[in-house]
């Protein structure tokens, strides 16, 4: 039986779009501050599981739903498990939208909304394609499960619950990357560097509070400071000369008792920190060279000496590569400043195999001085992951990629952490093309139709040469 996979994928176009629409209509982020006991990540991801889930019982899968944080939806029988994951979550929306990034629209054949590439409209994709198999009658003899998850951007609470009682598939793969396969990753850990009181004595600037990121995998687009006292000549002339030179926007308003300064760079996911431009950063590059407090100065010489413009950690001492996965990659996301208050920066590392997070930790409090710092890991450090180019699920998947597309078909290693890490035997495949930009975690974030729609043939194809 021949099948042509991108007519029969095709077929689904109006439906695909409308069940997608849905699904993107739902601000997903994480909100555990409005969580309860029946919807612990907030009501957001609690009501977009639900909603895959309903698509998946309309169309008659089996599904199941497991504590509002995870669920399945389920195929075929056979001894062994081949899984499919994907998340419903999604990054908050942030600042420098052209459109309601809740509202989907179409323009020039891209779908813009957010989770339209992370990790909605792929997830969509591969359930289309499962949907496929299931309505041309093809051969499954394996079990097939497909594991939704709704905390895959932060701490994977969703789908650790679901493993602490459902059973782990063999092998598998998460259409939350790009083609033509993931089958290496990084390892992940936050580092959170808390900043030492320091003896107070008076100066011509107070720095009382500066803040900047949402999450802690995002570039931070928007940075702001507050300061009191008398702005000198100089900082008012750089108000005006430093947003033009670095490519940046800087904002300022004068308060009763200083000055309010924001700055905007450009949003970015942290596994590529290159991707995007460190609106906190370069803020303190710009406010550095002024006579601030002890504790001001303390805080934003160390930013702007140590963290600014140096996505591969050199100057924190962390820097390394490794021949098969790369360089390591350091971003600092999140920045929480105040007089009274926390003084701090959390850095996000993607870490190749040869090191690990504690001797990051022991680097990063050394170069930036124990003296001044406390440096903890924040949470779970993931570590790095590898499936061999070798392994059969490996193969097949880049022969269905090349025989689909006709390009070449590689391994690769990227610094992102997907849902497939989570076993042994599980890699990412797609749905992002080889020449399409990244804008997962950014403003403005899309997904072009006929690539959601092509993913869905690849998809398909995949998974029915896997389970035969």
């Known amino acids: 039986m021949t099948i042509d996979w991108q007519k029969e994928a095709e077929n689904y176009r109006d439906d695909l779009l409308q069940d997608l629409t849905t699904l993107l209509r739902i601000d997903s982020a994480r909100d555990v501050a409005h969580g309860t006991q029946d919807e612990p990540l907030g009501p957001g991801p609690a009501k977009a599981l639900r909603a895959m889930l309903a698509l998946a019982e309309r169309d008659g899968f089996k599904t199941l739903n497991v504590d509002n944080v995870a669920g399945r939806i389920e195929y075929g029988d056979g001894d062994e498990i081949f899984g499919l994951f994907g998340h419903m979550d999604v990054v908050p929306a942030g600042p420098g939208w052209d459109t309601d990034p809740f509202e989907p629209v179409i323009k020039d054949g891209k779908l813009f909304a957010r989770g339209s590439s992370d990790d909605k409209g792929p997830s969509i994709a ?65 580092f ?3 900043f030492k009181p320091v003896a107070a004595h008076s100066a011509a600037l107070t720095l009382t509070s500066f803040t900047a990121g949402i999450r802690t995998n ?15 000549a100089a900082l008012r002339e750089a108000l005006t000369t430093f947003g033009p030179a670095n490519g940046v926007t800087v904002a300022s308003q004068d308060t009763a008792s200083g000055l309010t300064i924001t700055l905007t760079g450009k949003g970015a996911h942290a596994q590529e920190p290159r991707g995007g431009v460190n609106a906190a950063t370069y803020l303190a590059v710009l406010l ?26 050199h100057k924190l001492g962390i820097a390394y590569t490794d021949k098969l996965m790369g360089d390591l990659t350091a971003s600092p996301d999140l920045f929480s400043f105040g007089q009274d208050a926390e003084q701090s920066v959390m850095i996000n590392v993607r870490y190749p195999q040869g090191t690990d997070a504690e001797a990051i930790r022991d680097r990063i409090e050394t170069t930036i001085g124990p003296d001044r710092v406390d440096v903890a890991i924040d949470g779970h450090a993931q570590g790095p992951h590898y499936v061999s180019g070798d392994d059969p699920l490996v193969q097949t998947l880049l022969d269905t990629f090349h025989d689909h597309t006709g390009l070449p078909a590689h391994e690769q290693v990227i610094g992102g952490g997907t849902y497939g890490r989570i076993i042994t035997r599980g890699v990412a495949f797609g749905a992002q093309m080889p020449d399409q930009e990244n804008v997962m975690h950014q403003a403005n974030e899309y997904m072009p139709v006929a690539d959601i729609i092509r993913a869905v043939a690849i998809y398909a194809d995949a998974i029915a040469r896997l389970v035969k």
Not at 218 to 232: E, K, R, Y
Not at 290 to 302: E, I, R
Not at 305 to 311: A, N
């Open 126 to 190: 591969a359930y289309y394609a499962l949907r496929l198999i299931r309505d041309l009658k093809l051969p499954v003899n394996k079990k097939i499960h497909f594991i939704i998850g709704t905390d895959e951007e932060s701490e994977w609470v969703g789908l650790n619950r679901y493993l602490e009682s459902q059973p782990a598939p063999d092998f598998g793969f998460s259409p939350d990357a790009e083609f033509p396969i993931i089958n290496g990753e990084k390892g992940i850990a936050t």
């Open 218 to 232: 995002m570039v931070p687009q928007t940075a702001t400071a507050t300061l009191t006292g008398d702005v000198p």
């Open 288 to 313: 550095a060279p002024f006579g601030f407090d002890p504790a001001g100065k303390q805080y934003l010489t160390a930013i702007a000496d140590l963290m600014h413009d140096d996505s591969r950690g």
């Open 192 to 194: 959170k560097v808390t």
